[in-house]
């Protein structure tokens, strides 16, 4: 085979590759944002289709979703003037039936081998060094998209079941409606959302909209905003410490960061739980012998129920009045929700700030959480609530820590956890 062939070759076989690409997570990747973080923060896939107007234009034209798309529209139209008024009635329409996700899928498959150049640019540029999919980066780019089309549809139908039907969910206690839901009030409310969208029903080109626009109406009507809460933290209670990470000299401290999990307050007047402040006093002595140069503590706005504490800004503040430790040494992950999250979301902060990945984490908690996190059980719950492991070579050293290293399948959205995905 002469040399230019041979070139001719080896660039289409690259061609033919780039649209397979099985990379994952960037460093340099820096996530795009559209109007509503909660959207941003649950379904990334349709922020970055926000920022795509040729793929927005070739799904709103395609017959059989836009078909769906009007389905939807009419939905919120005839609510707006029927008579259903029970949550069952004017919700259950919005959520996504095994059968619509069949059809959505198809459709998409079909789009995508048509329209492949479009897809995988989308893909490659955003989905896959977002790190937002993290666990699908092994997949081929025809898979992987409709993985991410998936999470959409376990997201919009969590929220809907939650929010808008009264299904007792993964976490009640602290995850649910603010109202009695099936109570006249709420379904006032509910009958009052479809009339509100349905005056924007006409301005939804995109198949997904209409479902979308229902479930942030519910989170809405129940406050839930938490995920959006402190965002962007980088640029908010982050600032001065994320600024630091990149003068930091990691070979002069033993680990990376000390990371302590929140423990919530059972009163609406307690700040700090007694708990919470045993564990900041055990980390304050740690970041006083020089074990790292950042303190992560993790906790958000969970105990008691609609409580208005988020627990990692308490947690910052008394570290700082009480024990004089710098702003500029502490990071705050004001969205975690358990002591699952604590870790995993500790991690994301690690991973996009720049940390070492090569270097330990410590894990400093009160005895009762590390006998708890030591266990084989806590290892069984990751795996069954987040589907991995949000660390490796976990390794208990005292009563009090457990050294451990971050695990990029942290970043992996989660769309059975709305309030923090």
Same mark, same amino acid.
């Given at each position: ?36 973080r ?11 289709? &926000? ?6 234009? +070739? !799904?709103? @034209?395609?017959a059989?979703? $836009?078909? =769906?798309?009007?389905q %939807? *529209? ?8 029927d ?41 490659n ?25 998936? &999470? ?6 969590? +929220? !809907?079941? @939650?929010?808008?039907?009264? $299904?007792? =969910?993964?976490?009640? %206690? *602290? ?6 839901v ?18 924007q ?58 990371v ?15 708990l ?13 012998k ?27 503040r ?20 358990h ?28 005895q009762?959480?590390?006998d ?9 719950r ?19 820590d ?10 992996h ?9």
């Amino acid at each position: 085979m002469n040399y230019k062939l041979f070139s001719i070759l080896w660039l289409s076989i690259l061609y033919a590759l780039q649209g397979q690409a099985q990379t994952g997570f960037q460093p340099t990747y820096r996530l795009l944002a559209s109007e509503n973080r909660v959207v941003d923060k649950n379904f990334y896939l349709l922020t970055v289709l &926000q920022h795509t107007p040729a793929l927005q234009k +070739i !799904i709103s @034209q395609d017959a059989t979703l $836009k078909a =769906m798309l009007h389905q %939807r *529209i009419n939905l919120l139209k005839a609510h707006a003037q029927d008579t259903c008024n029970t949550p069952e009635s004017l919700m259950s329409g919005f959520r996504w039936s095994s059968v619509d996700s069949l059809q959505f899928i198809s459709a998409l498959q079909t789009l995508y081998n048509h329209n492949q150049a479009v897809f995988d640019q989308l893909i490659n540029a955003h989905l896959r060094p977002s790190g937002c999919y993290q666990r699908f980066t092994t997949l081929p780019n025809n898979e992987l998209i409709v993985r991410a089309w998936s &999470q959409y549809v376990l997201g919009i139908n969590y +929220i !809907i079941d @939650q929010f808008g039907l009264g $299904k007792k =969910m993964r976490y009640p %206690r *602290i995850d649910s409606a603010n109202y009695p839901v099936h109570g006249r009030y709420y379904r006032t409310v509910l009958k009052d959302i479809c009339a509100y969208l349905a005056e924007q029903a006409d301005t939804m080109t995109l198949v997904y909209q209409p479902s979308l626009a229902v479930a942030m109406q519910l989170m809405d009507a129940n406050d839930r905003d938490e995920p959006a809460r402190h965002e962007p933290m980088e640029q908010r209670d982050n600032q001065k410490a994320f600024a630091r990470v990149k003068l930091t000299k990691w070979q002069s401290y033993s680990y990376a960061a000390i990371v302590v999990p929140g423990n919530g307050p059972e009163l609406t007047t307690t700040p700090l739980s007694p708990l919470n402040k045993m564990r900041l006093d055990l980390v304050a002595a740690r970041y006083r012998k020089g074990w790292a140069p950042f303190v992560v503590v993790s906790g958000g706005y969970c105990y008691p129920f609609r409580g208005p504490y988020a627990e990692a800004v308490e947690m910052k503040r008394y570290l700082m009045q009480k024990h004089a430790l710098p702003e500029s040494a502490i990071l705050i992950d004001p969205h975690a929700r358990h002591t699952t999250t604590n870790l995993r979301n500790a991690n994301r902060i690690l991973i996009r700030y720049g940390f070492p990945m090569d270097k330990r984490c410590v894990f400093v908690t009160t005895q009762s959480q590390t006998d708890y996190a030591t266990n084989s059980a806590f290892d069984d719950r990751n795996r069954r609530e987040l589907g991995y492991l949000p660390y490796r070579d976990k390794h208990r050293i005292s009563p009090h820590d457990i050294e451990f290293y971050p695990t990029q399948e942290s970043l992996h959205m989660d769309p059975n956890d709305p309030l923090d995905p």
